[in-house]
Every structure is written in C-alpha cells, then in structure tokens.
C-alpha cells in the first residue's frame, strides 16, 4: 500500500458520547493487543498484529480506539524521532514507576518499542522553576527519553567486539 493511504476501515464505532467509543469488539481487540505489547507500538504495528492474529478491523478503527485510549488518559502516547505517534496501555507491565493515571516520563528503546516508566521529581522541579520565573502558571509538560534496551545494548556491544 502506498505511503499515506489508509485502507477504508472494514468495521466503525460510532461515538455514544464525546469522548466515548462503544465497547466493540474491534475495541477489545485493539486493547488486548495493546495489553500485549512488550513496549509502546506504532497504530500500523498493531494493525498488522490484529489482522494477523484473524481480526476483521480497519486501520481507521485501529487509529480511533488509540486515539480514545489516549484521551481517556488509559494509554500513554510517545513519538518517535520521526514524529510517528506509538501507544502503550498505561501502567501495563512490571516497570511501572508510578500509579497508573500520574504523572510520569519514559525511557523507550529505539530498536524494539520496549519502555520503562522512570519518575522525574528533578524534572518536576526544574518545569516549576522556569515557568515560574518567566511568569508561566498551569504547566504541563512531556518527557521522553529514547535509547537502546539492555538487551539491543548487549547486542551491540557483541557486534562492536566482534567485529
């Protein structure tokens, strides 16, 4: 499929209210595949999980649920170095800093998508500092840190030796 085109999508969910999806099928199916990620995944990653794993839904459909998830604060977004949006279900995992729903930042392996939700209290602080002294009230802010995992660090680290 060319770059940009997005197939028409195949099952829709309508809103019942703003900011609402009807619970679907199509919606359980994208949030299992979300549960199931080791790491945050791009709409198109999971798209192409869902129609592997026999699921009838359209990429359209995969973009709305995580769009809804994120705005109900039940997903955390991150975006890539090249501005592509990756989901995550929140506190999903062993390496949650925090209570799922606070405040937190990520670190997010570059090669596989696999994050670790760090607690910043210094970036915390320093946010209040210069937003207070340039009279800024109401703040917000995001953080997202991007490297390679222990294990793409590992295996770099064999190939530098070896090679």
Not at 22 to 28: F, H, S
Not at 38 to 61: C, K, P, V
Not at 72 to 95: F, I, K, M, P, T
């Amino acid at each position: 499929m060319p770059a940009g085109q997005r197939p028409a999508s195949t099952a829709t969910s309508a809103p019942t209210r703003p900011g609402r999806l009807r619970n679907t099928r199509q919606a359980a199916a994208v949030e299992a595949a979300l549960r199931d990620a080791d790491g945050f995944r791009t709409a198109q990653n999971l798209f192409a999980e869902l129609r592997r794993r026999g699921d009838r839904i359209g990429l359209t459909t995969v973009y709305r649920h995580l769009n809804m998830l994120a705005e109900q604060g039940r997903a955390d977004v991150v975006h890539s170095a090249e501005g592509e949006s990756q989901y995550r279900l929140c506190g999903v995992g062993s390496h949650s800093a925090d209570e799922p729903g606070e405040h937190h930042h990520h670190l997010v392996c570059r090669v596989c998508g696999r994050s670790v939700e760090v607690s910043g209290p210094e970036v915390e602080a320093w946010a209040d500092r210069v937003s207070a002294a340039a009279g800024y009230t109401e703040i917000s802010h995001t953080l997202e840190v991007f490297g390679l995992c222990p294990e793409h660090s590992a295996r770099r680290a064999g190939h530098t030796r070896r090679g």
